[in-house]
């Protein structure tokens, strides 16, 4: 509250009582609002697991806290804190359960060392799509599942943003069939790399800055990332020739996620302010990579070519994966739990998605 | 405001003017506010094109406006008004335009009459799916097409929903070659209708009310509706046996669309809540719609027949489609412009599509 704005009246200081919280409009030339009256400003600190400013999902975030702060007419403050500023990329979990953030912006897949099944609301290899993940958090169950795990850690999280269909990563080397990856070196993280590591490949894991040299010299044979966009900032295109489509990240979704407690003490305004944000974030950041990826796809230097991994391979992966589920589901009853929910799910929308999108962009030709 | 919330001291009368806008919170437990301290409320008439809490369109959009009043604290209350209640359903467009009401939530394609540019805003046969059109009209030069053209009508247009890929309608008899449309009556409105006409089809347009009595008499052979979710509830189930895939609404895009005077009146703080509802809608619908469609496609009745129309009628649809876009090219120069917009950007994002979505749908099985 500026005190500056109420000294207009003698009668001012009687008064205070009755008025706490309001202060006079700093813009009124228009009706309504415009960071006006507003009672006790909030202001929260969130940390990501991104560089700053990172393409489409660092500036994602930096547009979603510009948003909350403009939807609620500068009563909620949210200070983006990127990668190891306040916290190291991957403590972000830990920080916020503990109440050292108020929030943060990351990839779920992450924290599967926290709970096994908390890997599947950041996605499956050869699962949903990412229309379709969010269609089974909001409207399959997922959501309730998924905030019923994180409140142990006293975490409440939303969705925040989706990158679309992954591309399936850059080989130095061709691969002919299942056989040709025996003994490849791959940075590749997650269920996807569990599925890997079973069709023969050694999964390794390698700090963002590394991956590039890691590939050009030759240490790994082959790295996934995300999309052309991203991709291509990375330089991978002078390391690799052969570049594969997706299957490993149909449709990843990333979270912004809060302190439970401090959510639960934030008013209904405000929550729902942020809620609103974060779907006006999925939404754009979804359509953003879409556009960027088209873009970046377009310009591939000739050197690249677009692969489909053999179909032996695929076969083998899908068997690998049922088998990777299992494993999982035996060693954890939270996966149990999530996986069928999400098995449900799959099962009821793919018959149907095989008859509109799928058999509609087959028609498309 | 109300006055009693301020008869708590007696001074109050002298920082009347001080405190102008101002009132106590109603709810002010948790730090922040709700419903508190707004300055001046806004209260806007919106019009539908759809019956009351009509399912999923109609529902979407009561949530919107539940939505403006959460996130403004109140500040911001929009008024919806199903069809025929303010104005008649296909008035809303004209309605608005001179300010008799302040708002509309219909469907793009009604009002092609007014300029046949528009009808590309809502979707385009064998064209750009739900999230493809999104991305188009935000990233691809769309949106500033759609604001100019409608700027003339003093409109300001934004997103209002999406239905995803529609079915292609319902058929009393199947169609197993181009020839066996000849001369067939189906109720199909819009770019779809224009196409059919030149395989041989009678389109005729007919009220809601109505098409299920005419289709089930045989008084027409066939007719489109949005998917199955809806149509079950229209009972064309019912009426024909023939259920086939789509490919003229692939994704149609709906509208909430406000005068452009009163729009430009609100603060940036309301124009930014409506906003963000709008995105926040139209990923709900979006979702909605997915959903409902699975569970109402698993539940059709056994006389219902999946059919996907045959090959040498969707290459003749293509041929008839580039047909009626050189024509209606040749009529408008509005049309021309934005034709050229979308299939700029189609060219862009079918390759990167090609490969990303579709090729995943493909591995996925």
């Given amino acids: 509250m500026k005190r500056r704005d109420f000294l207009t009246t003698t009668a001012l200081t009687a008064t205070a009582m009755a008025v706490s919280g309001c202060h006079r409009a ?49 009563s909620l403050e949210i200070k983006v804190f990127p990668k190891n500023i306040l916290v190291p990329a991957l403590q972000v979990f830990d920080s916020c359960s503990a109440a050292q953030i108020d929030a943060f912006h990351s990839g779920v897949y992450y924290w599967k060392g926290k709970n096994p099944a908390f890997s599947i609301f950041g996605g499956m290899p050869l699962g949903l799509t990412s229309e379709e993940m969010i269609t089974w958090l909001k409207f399959g169950g997922g959501y309730e599942l998924w905030r019923e795990m994180y409140g142990k850690f006293n975490l409440y999280p939303l969705i925040g943003g989706t990158t679309g269909p992954q591309m399936g990563g850059w080989f130095k080397k061709e691969i002919h069939s299942l056989a040709d990856l025996k003994g490849l070196k791959m940075r590749i993280p997650g ?3 569990e599925v890997m590591k079973k069709l023969g490949v050694n999964p390794v894991l390698l700090p963002a800055g590394e991956i590039y040299t890691a590939l050009e010299r030759g240490t790994i044979d082959a790295t996934e990332w995300v999309g052309p966009a991203l991709d291509r900032m990375m330089g991978f295109d002078k390391a690799a020739d052969y570049y594969y489509t997706g ?21 209904n305004e405000h929550r729902a302010i942020i809620t609103a944000a974060s779907e006006e974030m999925t939404g754009n950041m979804l359509q953003e990579f879409r556009y960027k990826n088209a873009k970046a796809f377009k310009e591939l230097p000739s050197n690249v070519q677009i692969k489909t991994f053999p179909k032996d391979m695929m076969d083998a992966a899908k068997v690998a994966l049922s088998e990777v589920l299992k494993e999982e589901s035996k060693k954890s009853e939270d996966f149990k739990r999530v996986l069928k929910s999400y098995e449900a799910f799959y099962a009821l929308n793919k018959p149907y998605d095989d008859i509109s999108t799928k058999n509609f962009l087959e028609i498309r030709g």
Avoid: Q
């Fill in 191 to 193: 269920l996807g790399g």
């Fill in 247 to 267: 299957w490993h990240e149909p449709g990843s979704i990333l979270e912004i996620t809060f302190n439970k407690a401090r959510w639960e003490k934030l008013s």
């Fill in 26 to 74: 700093e813009e009124k030339s228009k009706e309504g609002t415009v960071n006006v009256n507003k009672a006790k400003k909030v202001t929260l600190k969130l940390a990501t697991s991104w560089p700053a400013h990172f393409p489409i999902m660092g500036t994602g975030v930096d547009t979603f806290a510009k948003r909350c702060f403009e939807l609620s007419g500068g």
